[in-house]
């Protein structure tokens, strides 16, 4: 098997900011869900699973096509990405939920 070669799959300046776009993206989109829906717990552990799923195309990465790995470590970045401020925003809820804050 061939060695990838980053520069036939994306310039270079997009393949450094794509794990960061990933990130954000997830953590925006699922941001926005957990605001509306309040169900933090079930969003955590949904993405706590996809996570460790998208970690077997890592694994076994020497027989996949690459894109197949690039692919899922950038979905992975937007599965992982979004766990910490998803549960800072449950922390920040517990402490002060939102119904004692309002007038």
């Given at each position: ?10 310039p270079?300046?997009?393949?450094i ?87």
């Open positions: 098997m061939g060695w990838l070669l980053l520069a036939d799959l994306m270079f300046s997009m393949w900011r794509s794990p960061q776009l990933m990130i954000m993206g997830g953590s925006i989109v699922l941001g926005t869900y957990v605001d509306r829906t309040r169900k933090y717990k079930g969003v955590t552990i949904a993405l706590f699973i996809a996570s460790s799923l998208l970690l077997i195309p890592l694994g076994i990465g020497e027989g996949l096509d690459n894109r197949i790995v690039l692919a899922s470590l950038l979905a992975m970045g937007a599965a992982v990405g979004p766990i910490q401020p998803i549960n800072a925003e449950l922390a920040v809820e517990v402490r002060a939920p939102i119904y004692l804050s309002m007038p």
